[in-house]
């Protein structure tokens, strides 16, 4: 993988195999006319993420939220007899937690009638404190085979690899870089099945995480060992229409920054990313704790 030599070994990192080892289950529901509420939980098999020799502790990630709150909008539209196989997901927004959320054994997540739009297939869904809204596109697509073994949201990340080349560095703010990717055909089932041969949005997020992570290392001048978990506050994307892939250029740029003292040093980002021919676009608000620098008294 070119991007490990900006970011470290694929396997150690979340955004490269990390979060393909993570397998989600729905263990309890719970449905009435006005309630929709579901309990899942999630297991690791092997690295969730690892900076140097120190295994970082699992949370609920941004990734996982979408993935989740696919699953609750699928089984809410089998409950409805809905055929969503040819739906794909157009944009999503997500609103993290006060505070991480650790215990991914035990995710509470409803659906949020208030905020949702079901005629405009909009969601909202409350995900043990994290807001996340989706929004879906039926686009037809022919002769739909959508009996596969795998649920098409909640697998497709895993036969898919995502590498960014001839990355450029124009200034502190700004990064470019082509994406390449290599994906395994598979049968799926579910919402979103039927598009399983394009690239989903949840495709673009692991794309655009790390061309993030990179440009904010390289903005606060730091590698990735040196920093905490990146804190992914709020995150929007969208996608125009359906993409079959082929060799894209990709841009992330810091729009805001400021450094704030809050018991660490905290650098706070507002951040926006997209492929260069506006197909694909993200606005995000990171923040990460820098590491603390040696005293030189010798000075």
């Not at 970011?7 to 979340?14: A, D, N, S, V």
């Not at 397998?23 to 929709?36: A, L, P, R, V, W």
């Not at 993935?67 to 739906?87: A, F, G, P, Q, R």
């Not at 810091?254 to 260069?276: E, P």
Request: some cysteine; overall charge neutral; proline content about 1%.
């Amino acid at each position: 993988m070119y991007i490990d030599k900006y970011l470290g070994p694929y396997e150690q990192r979340y955004f490269g195999a990390g979060h393909k080892r993570t397998q989600y289950e729905i263990i309890d529901t719970y449905i009435s006319y006005k309630q929709f509420i579901l309990v899942a939980k999630m297991t690791q098999k092997g690295i969730w993420s690892q900076k140097g020799t120190k295994k970082k502790n699992q949370h609920l990630s941004t990734i996982d939220s979408v993935i989740l709150s696919t699953l609750l909008v699928d089984k809410y539209l089998e409950m409805v007899k809905e055929n969503c196989s040819d739906w794909i997901l157009k944009s999503f927004e997500v609103r993290s937690a006060s505070q991480p959320v650790e215990n991914i054994e035990c995710i509470d997540l409803f659906l949020d009638f208030e905020k949702s739009s079901l005629e405009n297939k909009k969601y909202a869904v409350n995900v043990s404190g994290m807001k996340v809204t989706l929004s879906f596109e039926q686009i037809d697509v022919d002769n739909q085979i959508s009996k596969g073994q795998y649920n098409y949201f909640s697998s497709h990340l895993k036969y898919a690899r995502h590498d960014l080349k001839a990355i450029d560095f124009a200034s502190d703010d700004l990064v470019e870089g082509i994406i390449q990717r290599e994906c395994q055909n598979q049968s799926y089932s579910g919402l979103g099945s039927a598009h399983a041969g394009e690239v989903s949005l949840l495709e673009y997020l692991v794309i655009f995480s790390q061309l993030c992570e990179i440009l904010v290392y390289n903005h606060d001048k730091i590698d990735r060992k040196d920093s905490r978990n990146l804190w992914m506050r709020y995150i929007k994307a969208e996608i125009n229409g359906v993409s079959d892939f082929q060799a894209v250029r990709a841009f992330a740029k810091v729009d805001r920054s400021k450094k704030i003292r809050k018991g660490d040093n905290w650098s706070m980002l507002d951040v926006s990313a997209g492929t260069t021919d506006n197909r694909v676009q993200f606005t995000a608000k990171l923040a990460h704790i820098l590491p603390v620098v040696p005293v030189n008294l010798d000075q």
